[in-house]
């Protein structure tokens, strides 16, 4: 029982210091005023105690209180130390929306070093107010197997102008043995505080506030101007704006200014250079102008040291100053910051480590930030969309998802701790072999471009998501896993079942509605699903199992049939070697990038080079080329670490010298890239020939894509999508005019 390393347990001499907090909380009672209770204590963030019948007193004799007295609201964050533990404790029984929990993190100190030890949280305490304190008993929930699991914390009460007197906690063992104590100062009424940076490029305006009264809202949430660290106060976070807010002058990124993923992740390893790799409660927002997919926000979830510390918003897809721009920036802001703390997505909560309950509906039915706006669904027939969404929402986090802020364990929350998400739960292979009951009208289908895949290849899987009747059926065009909306579950040969988790996740939170039907049976998409947040998937050769879940507009969740996909061991000398070129983790990283500039991943980059250089004619040099010609085509924006934009320009030339190598290695099927790869590939191409000065070349590149397409008998409809996207590079690379771009369009 007597461990050493558990902090619930005594140590001698422990309870000497308690005797001042013993004799202020005599002092307290004696002012005797109010009566004991066990209800929760008023919701608000001074409790007022209620007057007591008072016995008929002559009127000379000064009552010490003749009216109520104001006593403070307990709630909010203490700290205490015994031995060499230090802990932080939360206190959430009173005050604004309390959850009626209390929980701690210990952390050990050893010299001038401190570390995390463990978290308690105790769920349903019985909690007694008097008049002089309040009483919290009950078990707690533990990261270890504590020794002394239940708890007795007591906290005077003090009239609202005077300072919080410290709390007393102890621990007791499971047979009412005294475990260890602490003495607990009052730190903050926020349970968590977190350094909030946030910097923006030139062009754009940073959100401000928003006047909930602006635009209607519904009855019960109170009229207030929301700020993004007001929004976190009301959960009960501290965000305390630190750093200088920069402005980062963008005039040299040139006409090019959208983000990619791999631009956006550049900046953030600069930005987070300056920081050691250490779990800490900081986080940094990005503003930037737009991102190359359109999207509204982005949480940077990458590697294993810079998980979750930070976020972008792009504001050309925010932007607007009148209510409901605002209203929607203010959404954008804080649902980032959410994925920060490691709060999921609605429907998604079942995926979280440890798996928390769906909210009504799938989670649809959420009235969070955490929702997206034309996701929200009442019900499967209910109202739904935007204006159901913001006729309704609060402005706040849900319940469940205010006992994560608060309470979650320690390295659930922290930025830099635990991953964003791990768990395959509901979509485990093995728990969804027989088919399920869908009445979706939907039909989701993950489909191999090859019969295998040799050892180190990258795996890329094509989804299809199709209607199963012949009547119109609309729904979101959301396909790709790095949208949040489907989930992908992997089945490793050793039996393993591991959830394929994108690098970045961009948060789709505007409605792109299709129509699946006679006018367009399916949407596809390609996915690189070979390497993710838990590096690669797929380096062991054998059998995998893949399932993906589609979470549609009304809620329903296709899942796909299982597909099982073979990776070969390597079968000659130079393929082991090709093999080990592209599972390194930095290559990992490239391959799901399509190349970068970033300084760490330059050992990545010279692999990809040694590969394309020393073995030029193995069939996986195609992806090294690939990556490398994707990168030479963009004016690669390095945000540095001063917060300078640095632009290195494209180089067409070599792009478009490498993406033809890329095409001519692909036009048979199942030898090189896939065929949404490669169709992304000839656009890269003709927009390189366009960039090296070459138009003609480059509208022949255009020509040749439709033409090759067509050469592979491909559905009419998928050829027609084929023909609009030439359409559409002629126009990007100013050919539209031309007469060869008309001519191309019937060719
Ligand atoms: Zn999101």
Redesign the pocket.
């Known amino acids: 029982m007597l461990g050493v390393s558990d902090p619930t347990i005594v140590t001698s001499g422990m309870f000497d210091r308690f005797e001042d907090a013993q004799d202020y909380q005599e002092e307290v009672a004696a002012l005797g005023n109010g009566a004991s209770t066990s209800a929760p204590a008023p919701a608000e963030a001074e409790a007022e105690v209620p007057p007591q019948p008072a016995p008929p007193r002559p009127e000379r004799i000064q009552a010490p209180f003749p009216r109520p007295l104001r006593t403070r609201a307990v709630r909010g964050r203490y700290r205490g130390a015994s031995g060499n533990w230090r802990l932080e404790l939360r206190v959430d029984v009173d005050g604004e929306r309390p959850t009626r929990r209390v929980s701690g993190d210990f952390f050990s100190t050893s010299g001038s070093t401190t570390g995390y030890f463990g978290s308690f949280v105790v769920h349903a305490p019985t909690i007694t107010t008097k008049p002089a304190h309040v009483l919290i008993e009950g078990t707690g929930s533990f990261t270890w197997r504590a020794a002394a699991p239940k708890i007795r914390l007591r906290i005077p009460r003090v009239p609202a102008h005077q300072p919080q007197r410290p709390a007393t906690l102890e621990f007791r063992t499971a047979s009412d043995t005294a475990g260890s104590a602490y003495q607990c100062t009052y730190e903050s009424r926020y349970f968590r505080t977190v350094s909030y940076e946030e910097d923006s490029v030139t062009g754009t305006v940073p959100f401000v506030s928003y006047d909930t009264a602006s635009l209607p809202q519904p009855a019960g949430s109170p009229a207030r101007v929301l700020t993004v660290p007001k929004a976190l106060a009301e959960a009960g976070i501290e965000l305390l704006t630190t750093g200088a807010a920069n402005v980062i002058p963008t005039s040299a990124a040139g006409a090019n200014a959208t983000w990619s993923d791999s631009e956006l992740h550049a900046a953030m390893v600069n930005h987070f250079s300056r920081f050691t790799n250490a779990p800490r409660w900081q986080v940094w927002m990005l503003v930037a102008g737009a991102h190359d997919g359109g999207y509204r926000?982005i949480?940077f979830d990458y590697e294993d040291a810079f998980q979750r510390q930070g976020a972008a918003v792009f504001y050309d897809a925010i932007k607007g100053t009148d209510a409901a721009s605002r209203r929607s920036q203010l959404r954008t802001y804080v649902?980032?910051l959410?994925?920060a703390f490691n709060l999921m997505?609605s429907w998604q909560k079942d995926l979280a480590v440890p798996p928390a309950p769906l909210g009504p509906n799938g989670g649809l039915a959420d009235l969070s930030w955490?929702n997206?706006d034309w996701k929200y669904q009442q019900s499967p027939s209910g109202p739904g969309g935007a204006s159901a969404y913001w006729a309704s929402f609060p402005f706040q986090f849900t319940e469940n998802e205010l006992v994560h802020l608060r309470h979650g364990y320690y390295r659930n929350v922290i930025m830099g701790a635990n991953a964003f998400s791990s768990g395959a739960a509901d979509i485990d292979p093995d728990l969804f072999d027989d088919p399920v009951q869908d009445a979706s009208g939907l039909a989701l289908e993950l489909r191999s471009p090859k019969p295998a895949f040799a050892f180190g290849e990258p795996v890329v899987v094509e989804l299809k998501l199709s209607g199963t009747e012949l009547r119109d059926r609309e729904t979101h065009g959301y396909l790709h896993p790095n949208d949040?909306l489907v989930s992908v579950a992997v089945q490793q040969p050793s039996g393993r079942t591991r959830l394929f988790r994108p690098l970045l996740?961009h948060?789709?939170?505007t409605a792109r509605t299709v129509t699946l039907g006679v006018g367009r049976p399916a949407l596809y998409e390609s996915a690189y699903l070979g390497f993710g947040r838990d590096g690669f998937l797929f380096e062991t050769p054998g059998t995998y199992r893949i399932r993906a879940s589609y979470v549609a507009g009304d809620g329903s969740r296709v899942l796909s049939p299982v597909l099982r996909l073979r990776v070969r061991p390597p079968a000659t000398g130079a393929d082991e070697i090709v093999g080990e070129l592209l599972l390194g983790e930095e290559q990992g990283q490239l391959l799901a990038l399509l190349g970068s500039d970033a300084a760490t991943l330059r050992g990545g980059m010279t692999a990809i080079d040694t590969l394309v250089d020393e073995h030029p004619d193995h069939p996986l040099a195609v992806y090294g080329r690939l990556a490398k010609g994707i990168n030479e085509l963009r004016d690669f924006k390095e945000l540095t670490a001063d917060k300078t934009l640095r632009v290195r320009p494209a180089h067409g030339a070599e792009a478009a010298q490498l993406l033809a190598r890329v095409v001519e290695d692909s036009v048979a099927d199942t030898v090189g890239v896939d065929n949404i790869t490669l169709n992304m590939a000839l656009r890269a191409k003709a927009r390189a020939e366009a960039k090296a000065g070459d138009l003609g070349r480059a509208v022949d590149t255009t020509r040749d894509m439709v033409r090759m397409f067509e050469g592979k008998h491909l559905n009419p409809l998928v050829l027609d999508d084929i023909r609009a996207q030439a359409e559409a590079t002629w126009q990007e690379i100013g050919a539209d005019d031309g007469e060869n771009g008309h001519r191309s369009s019937e060719a």
């Open positions: 926000g949480m649902h980032e959410g994925h997505h955490m997206y949040d996740r948060c789709v939170d």
